[in-house]
Every structure is written in structure tokens, then in C-alpha cells.
């Protein structure tokens, strides 16, 4: 028994009030194991506050090139009667520029189909070109827990490790590196003297 | 749809072709559901998921050392960046994956034997040295490649290598630091230094690929944009920097040949053995057969725990249908 796990798409906020962006995917067995491999392989690095994931199945996406074509976009299906709309959360990509990451959190709309939700995010969200679309069902999205206790244990140990800054290495130079005083308290050097 | 799938015998072909190298020239980024040449998602996915492999076997020879670290520091900066090459492979396994391969292929392909990944990581990592020249120089190497890979036309791929270059710029610098010190060391710390210099020099000029004219994938890689550079322009940026950094630290480079030229301004190598790099890359290499039996191994090993998650999954979703 090797079967693949589902793949889950996964976001993250760098900072409070700062969109959550698109950064990749993760496999996992269920949300909270989605949640944890996706703080481990996204978050190493500061900055983090909060993380999202879905499963990549219930992400509806569109390129622009794929809403020039699509007539059946256009159309509007009348929802079943008594039917009652959805909270869906849109992204969207606006640039071409270098970047770490994809579609960004730009708001939520309600409709009664993906394709709804997208004709709404697109008369809503008109004031920047969108390169790519994505619309996600909002019950089907976990969230990393917000209190500060998780916050901080989840996001705050990839602050204290400096080493994996470049910075740290800052001062290296082929005739001198420096020695900083870290080196001295590990004992840089001795372990081969 | 006709033409969805990116084939010339698509009767539209020529003519979607012809939009997309429009928009790989104005600089804009393919994106997953975008019309492209299925030759340029084939050639996708064979490169990204070679590296994607290389960043995971590329784990293995540094790994043996993490016990080993002569210092708490050394072990703590070797112990994140094995995981940043883990991380670096789930990146790249993501963005093959947005082109119609699973994962579960791509391990499949590795575990077999089947797939390649970078020839550097067949060398044996013999000294602590070892650890220190493979960040200077192999991750230095790799960096010129990755910078340039940055710029790749789809979107996925160049999004996982700018994450990959800022975290992978404090691979080089910790390893240069590394090697730096030693070099100015007690005599026994700089002959090792010089030792592993001397072994890792040829494989790192090796690992960026052929040279131009035996690699008969690269002009579509650059007319589309997948790469912007050729092997043996990143290799000559590789020398120009790294050359005269062994040098200035009072060590050498195994290649009597390496000189200067004023004209070009670029530092000329001696003819690399191209025979041991095709050994290498078909499986002859010094570890080849070590780094399979190793993945395998941690397959293997694994299962117990892949297995628990699935049960605890499972359970938890019998228990949410419960209520």
C-alpha cells in the first residue's frame, strides 16, 4: 500500500493585515497533518503569522487566457429554487514580476456555483487586471489556530535562528572572515586543534 | 478543444505557437491552465523533476555529517540546511505536480533507479571539509543555475527557485565561511581544506551540464524561456567569481590551465573530463549505487509511519461521519 495522499494548496500571512498568498502544496492525510507539513516546509523562514490549506480538488481556477475562451463562463446558470448561496474566497495574480508567491487573499463573494463566484469576483475586484483567478468554497479552508500561545510556537523559533540568514554571514571575505562572538562560545576551530 | 493539447498535428497549432512565443517574449508567465507546447511541458517536468530529486538525494551526503558537526554551531546550521533541501524538494515537487505529474510517479521514478538527478551527489563526502566546499562550491554552482532558472517563463518553476535562491544563498555563505577559516587555519585544518577543494573543483564545473554544443536541448529551452542562460555561460559566471575567492584565500585549484584573460575578462579552465561526468550521470559514479539503496532504505523505513497517518486519518473521518 504506497497510494498518494491528497494535495492540499497552501497559503500564508506574513504579517497581520497582509494578504494570505498562494506559496505551493503539500500532501497529507487530513487538514491537521496538512496544516503541520505545511508550517514545516513553508514556514522555516521568517515571517509568518497564519496559515490556510484546501485541497487542491476544491480550487477553481481560471487563467486569463482561459476566461477569454470560455463562453460558458458567461452564462448564468439560475440556481435551484430555495437554494441558498455560498461563501466563496477569491485570489487573485496581477503581476508578472518575480515573486515568491502566487494568487493573493483579495476578499470573499457569495454565489450559487465556482463559476458564479468568479463572474461576481470579477465585477467586484476590477481595480487591477487579474492574470489568475482562484475561487475557494470558505468552509473547505483550514485555518492554522490564531491564538498567540500557537502563534508564537508555530512562527517564532524560525526568528531566533539567525544562521539561516544570509546577514549572518554578512562580513565573510576571502582575506579575513570575521569572528564573531558566537564563534568563540561554540568553539569555532578547537574541535580540530 | 482543438489545439488543448499542443501538438503540431493540432490544425491550430502554428498559430497558438505563435501567441505563446509572443508572450514569452513581452516577459509574461505561462500558468498552470494555459495553452502550451506539450514539448515545453515535456521538458518541464523532466528538469524540474530532476532537481527535484537532486535537492532530495542531494540530502544524503551531507546528512552522514550531521552527527559529526565539530561544533553545536556547525551541527545546528548543517541540521537546517538538510531541511531547507527538503523543503527545496517539496517546492519543485509542487511545481512539476501543477504540470500533470503526480508525486507519487515522480518517487516511483527515483526510487526504480529510473530517474536522474544531478551527478554531484555520486561523490563521497570524505572530510568535515567536504561539508564546507559542498556549500561554496556545489551550492554555489548550483545558485548561478537556480538565479538564472528564477527567470524561468513558467510561472510554478520560477515562483519554487526564487523561494529556493534566498533561502540557498545562506547555504553558499555558511560554506564558504566554513572553508574560509580553515584556510587560514592550523596546518592540518588547511591541507584539509585543500583536500577538498582539489576533489570537489571538476564535479562543480561538471554538474552545470555539458557544454553548448553537445546539449541538444538548449536552444528550445532558451527560445522559450525555460532557461535564459546556456551551461556554459552559468559555468563561466561560476569560475569568474569563484576562481579568484580559492585563490585570494591562499588555496589552490586543481587546473593548471585556469588562467586569466585580460580580453574577455574571464577566467579560462583546462578541458573537463567529460567521460567520468557521463559514467557518472548513467550510474557509475563512486555513490550511485549507495544514494539508491539509501532512498530506498528510508522509504522503506517510513512506511510504518505513513501507514499510522493513514489510520489516524481514516479514523478521524469515521468519527466526523459519526456525529
Known sequence: ?193 | MPGRYGVPTDPDYQERLAEFEARIRRGEKIEPGDWMPEEYRRQLIRMISQHAHSEVVGMLPEGAWITRAPTLKRKMILVAKVQDEAGHGQYLYHAAETLGISREAMLEALLSGKAKYSSIFNYPTLTWADIGTIGWLVDGAAIKNQTMLAQCSYGPYSRAMVRICAEETFHHKQGKEMVLLYAQGTPKQRAMAQDAINRWWWPALMMLGPHDKDSPNTEVLVRWGIKTKTNDQVRQEFINEHAPEILAAGLSIPDPELRYDEKSGNWLHGPINWDEFWQVVSGNGPMNKERLEARRRAHAEGAWVREALEAYAAKQKKAAVAV
Open chain 1, 1 to 193: 500500500m504506497d497510494t498518494q495522499w491528497p494535495r492540499w494548496e497552501v497559503f500564508k500571512q506574513d504579517a497581520p493585515g497582509k494578504p494570505h498568498q498562494a506559496v505551493g502544496s503539500v500532501h497529507a492525510a487530513d487538514p491537521e497533518h496538512a496544516l503541520l507539513t505545511a508550517r514545516n516546509v513553508f514556514a522555516r523562514r521568517p515571517q509568518a503569522v497564519s496559515m490556510w490549506v484546501v485541497r487542491a480538488e476544491e480550487v477553481f481556477s481560471w487563467t486569463k487566457e482561459e476566461i477569454a475562451q470560455d463562453p460558458a463562463l458567461r452564462g448564468e446558470s439560475r440556481p435551484a429554487l430555495g437554494s441558498r448561496p455560498t461563501t466563496y474566497l477569491v485570489f487573485r495574480k496581477t503581476s508578472h514580476k518575480r515573486s515568491m508567491t502566487f494568487v493573493d487573499h483579495v476578499g470573499e463573494v457569495e454565489a450559487y456555483s465556482p463559476q458564479g463566484a468568479l463572474r461576481e469576483a470579477l465585477a467586484r475586484f476590477s481595480d487591477a487586471e487579474g492574470l489568475v483567478w482562484w475561487v475557494v468554497p470558505a468552509e473547505k479552508v483550514y485555518k492554522s489556530d490564531p491564538s498567540q500561545e500557537t502563534v508564537e510556537s508555530w512562527f517564532d523559533p524560525a526568528k531566533e535562528k539567525t544562521y539561516k540568514q544570509q546577514q549572518y554571514y554578512a562580513t565573510v571575505s576571502a582575506s579575513r572572515p570575521k569572528r564573531r562572538k558566537e564563534d568563540e562560545a561554540f568553539g569555532e576551530g578547537c574541535a580540530h586543534c
